[in-house]
Nanobody
Framework: QVQLVESGGGLVQPGGSLRLSCAAS????????MGWYRQAPGKQRELVAR???????NYADSVKGRFTISRDNEKNTVYLQMNSLNSEDTAVYYC????????WGQGTQVTVSS
């Protein structure tokens, strides 16, 4: 059974940090390029960070230098460290594979506000 369970979101002030986690099951995690996506109100879901099986990473320009994606293949978990958050980072964050999209999890809400 496919499960993607995101956690770690919350309310944070501008300039703050959060670390998101996503526990995956049923998707053969170790062979998947994994990504973090986000969807802001009224906007389409976008891919903000991706990580290959070997650990190579790529980022959207909007988060480059502030976000860091990582993975633990032993725990079938992917992480997103988010620093220097601003209001434009407010969104629901989801993880999923990149080349093959599985059913979406519930996501985790990140709200950046003073």
């Amino acid at each position: 059974q496919v499960q993607l369970v995101e956690s770690g979101g919350g309310l944070v002030q501008p300039g703050g940090s959060l670390r998101l986690s996503c526990a995956a099951s049923g998707i053969m995690f170790r062979i998947r390029i994994m990504g973090w996506y986000r969807q802001a109100p009224g906007k389409q879901r976008e891919l903000v960070a991706r990580i290959s099986v070997s650990g190579n990473t790529n980022y959207a320009d909007s988060v480059k230098g502030r976000f860091t994606i990582s993975r633990d293949n032993e725990k079938n978990t992917v992480y997103l460290q988010m620093n220097s958050l601003n209001s434009e980072d407010t969104a629901v964050y989801y993880c999923n594979a990149v080349a093959q999209i599985f059913p979406w999890g519930q996501g985790t809400q990140v709200t950046v506000s003073s």
